[in-house]
């Protein structure tokens, strides 16, 4: 029988209001079978021979308010093959908990701090659990950043001994979630890769830029050359037949928004205030652009 033998972590902001989990294995599609997370509950990774029923029954349980220290308790007592079950788990204030059982292939084994708790089976040594920590604990952003810098920094202390094969992360957070319709704000996989940790990062940073905020300052007019350069862009794919002027006139604008719906960055480019927000503006021009003018 093939498991899921990998490393983890799990962990919360609870100033956000968000929990999360990353996992990462030498086995097709992790994020699968590991991480669990709820608003308002906590979050649950189940590996080993995982028992995937820890994930739900944990999130009930802690959404009725017990601990994840009570929650880890009550599920090894319902189950006869706790000992070769790896799990960690943080609730609802931030309670965290790592548990190894007797039977995990070495190296296995887990560290717990405030918010977090990493752990993982046939590592490369205790100093994976070790790097995730540290990396934890120092890395700045968004839950969904600091989650992705422990699982870097543990596949870079050695990972799975195995080898790479998949990773995957999801953050939770009310009303989050697509149209605010549900909790789930982060939901990556990379389900088969030669260096699946990095491709999830890659991933993280599309999500910043298809749904990110720029500050005011990264706001760019729509006009001069900026607008030349995206109006070469539109003449190249067909979008708009007129000459590149520098100026927001009505063919540019009609090209302009259906490029923008086409490429789904509606959310960026503000046509009442004629700016674009830079991250995009530049990527466009990476992906598009035959100007050589340096970027702004």
């Known amino acids: ?9 799990v962990a919360c902001d609870l100033e956000a209001h968000a929990w999360g989990v990353a996992v990462a294995s030498k086995f097709p599609a992790v994020g699968s079978v590991v991480p669990w997370a709820k608003a308002s509950a906590g979050a649950v990774a189940t590996q080993m021979y995982a028992n995937t029923s820890f994930g739900p029954k944990g999130l ?7 601990s994840a220290q009570e929650t880890l308790e009550r599920l090894l007592a319902e189950d006869p093959d706790r000992e070769m079950r790896q799990v960690g788990l943080v609730d609802a204030m931030g309670g965290a908990v ?21 752990q993982g089976n046939i590592l490369a040594g205790p100093e994976v659990v070790q790097a995730m920590a540290e990396a934890y604990e120092n890395a700045k952003g968004p839950l969904y950043r ?20 998949s990773a ?14 549900n909790d789930r704000w982060i939901d990556y996989r990379v389900d088969d890769h030669t260096d699946p940790v990095f491709r999830l990062g890659e991933l993280l940073d599309l999500n910043e830029l298809y749904f990110g905020v720029s500050p005011e300052e990264d706001k760019i007019p729509l006009e001069g050359q900026v607008l ?11 979008y708009y037949q007129g000459e590149a002027t520098g100026l927001l006139n009505e063919p540019t604008q009609r090209a302009l928004r259906i490029f923008i719906g086409n490429e ?20 466009l021009v990476r992906r598009f652009g035959i100007s050589i003018t340096p970027r702004i």
Not at 4 to 9: D, G, L, N
Not at 146 to 165: I, P, S, T
């Open 60 to 66: 009930a349980m802690m959404e009725e308010g017990l």
């Open 264 to 283: 789904n960055f509606e959310e960026r480019v503000n046509f009442e205030r004629k700016v674009i927000d830079k991250p995009v503006f530049n990527f």
């Open 228 to 238: 030349v350069e995206l109006q070469q862009i539109l003449h190249l794919l067909g």
């Open 168 to 181: 995957g992360i999801i953050v939770v957070r009310p009303g989050f979630g697509y149209l605010g319709f």
């Open 146 to 165: 600091k989650l992705h810098a422990a699982l870097f920094a543990g596949d870079r202390a050695g990972g799975d001994r195995r080898g790479r094969q």
């Open 1 to 9: 029988m093939i498991h899921p033998s990998t490393f983890s972590i």
């Open 98 to 118: 790592s548990y190894s059982g007797k039977s995990c292939y070495d190296w296995a084994g887990g560290i717990s701090g405030v918010g977090f708790a990493a």
